[in-house]
């Protein structure tokens, strides 16, 4: 078993897991469907600010995507009054508990369950009438109580997004950034009729975004490793970017590492990934053969290899710096505070051990 040093944020705890936790073989792209369609998420779990003549033939649990009129209901949700303050929410996790227990008293947070991105939602209209929702917000919480806005790219305002122009088209939005919740809130703020939905979330379980994505066992090719400057010996592929793979021990004509041509914080490595990826973070370790590593560095990502943002504080939107090593072989996880979007993860280097040198792998979905 391998040590690792667990570091979401700013937490620091030290754990001991097999590899197997963070290697799969089946790639998971994080767009289930969470289970407002399939009945996995329960009625009880589907509420409302109000519903329409206070009848369950409007009410929340008929918002499910897809569902048409049946006796005794209709094909939506559909609100008491048409204005602002409406919305229809679903609580995620164990679909035996509701958002509320029969004594008036929330599931524990671990029955409704703290472990899911949700990267977007699909609506629809009523399926028998004339009757959609046109432009909406989302809201998303880890206890029903404190609510956060979906935000624009950049945090730039609160994201409103266009909906459905007639009945039974299914519209997808994606989130700008996916959101690890609880509860997601759809709250109509423009609609044609009557507002009315059905509706469905996109994302998966969050252990399910800790997956290898493959620089260690080469499913990222040597040419899709590239770095910032490279350590010329005269071996001259001793220190190349493509050698930075995570447990590489080495083999004749080079080292089991990536290192820089200079020590200094200009210096990068990155990986292309073949497609977009919803990337959660990523693992490092040191040079195998001598006392060299990285303690602390930045990440940037890019969709295009040519426009880069850099992982931000959630709170304070500064670049993040992250824990590194603190010896050759450990293997250190970091976690971003939010997954990302991204063709290409960089890793770049703000203090170090001896010489900047590195292993590393990128965690995705």
Request: overall charge negative; some cysteine; proline content about 4%.
């Amino acid at each position: 078993m391998a040590a690792i040093q667990f570091q979401p944020a700013s937490l620091f705890v030290l754990i001991f897991v097999t590899r197997a936790v963070v290697q799969a073989s089946a790639k998971s792209t994080c767009q289930d469907r969470l289970g407002v369609e399939d009945g996995w998420i329960g009625d009880s779990q589907i509420t409302a600010s109000t519903e329409f003549a206070h009848s369950v033939y409007h009410g929340a649990n008929n918002a499910r995507l897809n569902r048409v009129e049946q006796k005794g209901t209709t094909g939506a949700w559909s609100a008491q009054t048409n204005d602002g303050n409406q919305w229809i929410q679903a609580a995620l996790g164990d679909p035996t508990c509701s958002a509320k227990t029969n004594d008036g008293n929330k599931c524990p947070q671990s029955a409704v369950g703290d472990q899911t991105w949700v990267i977007g939602v699909l609506i629809q209209g009523r399926h028998d009438a004339s009757h959609w929702v046109t432009q909406f917000k989302v809201q998303y919480s880890n206890d029903g109580d404190f609510w956060r806005f979906v935000q624009q790219t950049d945090n730039h305002g609160e994201m409103v997004f266009d909906g459905n122009t007639d009945q039974n088209t299914v519209v997808t939005k994606l989130f700008p950034t996916p959101v690890k919740t609880s509860y997601i809130r759809i709250i109509p703020t423009a609609w044609n009729g009557h507002i009315s939905l059905r509706f469905e979330l996109l994302g998966c379980k969050a252990n399910a975004c800790q997956n290898a994505a493959g620089v260690e066992d080469g499913r990222i090719h040597d040419s899709q490793l590239k770095a910032s400057t490279e350590y010329a010996t005269a071996k001259v592929l001793y220190h190349r970017a493509c050698n930075a793979r995570l447990n590489c021990p080495g083999k004749p004509g080079t080292t089991g590492h990536w290192g820089a041509a200079f020590n200094d914080i200009n210096q990068w490595i990155q990986a292309e990934m073949a497609e977009e990826t919803l990337v959660t973070g990523v693992m490092i370790q040191g040079r195998p053969d001598a006392p060299q590593w990285v303690s602390k560095f930045k990440i940037q990502y890019s969709l295009d290899g040519n426009y880069w943002k850099f992982v931000q504080t959630p709170d304070t939107e500064t670049d993040m710096v992250f824990d590194g090593n603190t010896d050759s072989s450990t293997v250190v996880l970091a976690f971003f505070p939010s997954p990302v979007r991204a063709s290409f993860i960089r890793i770049r280097p703000t203090a170090w051990d001896g010489n900047i040198c590195m292993r590393f792998e990128v965690l995705a979905c």
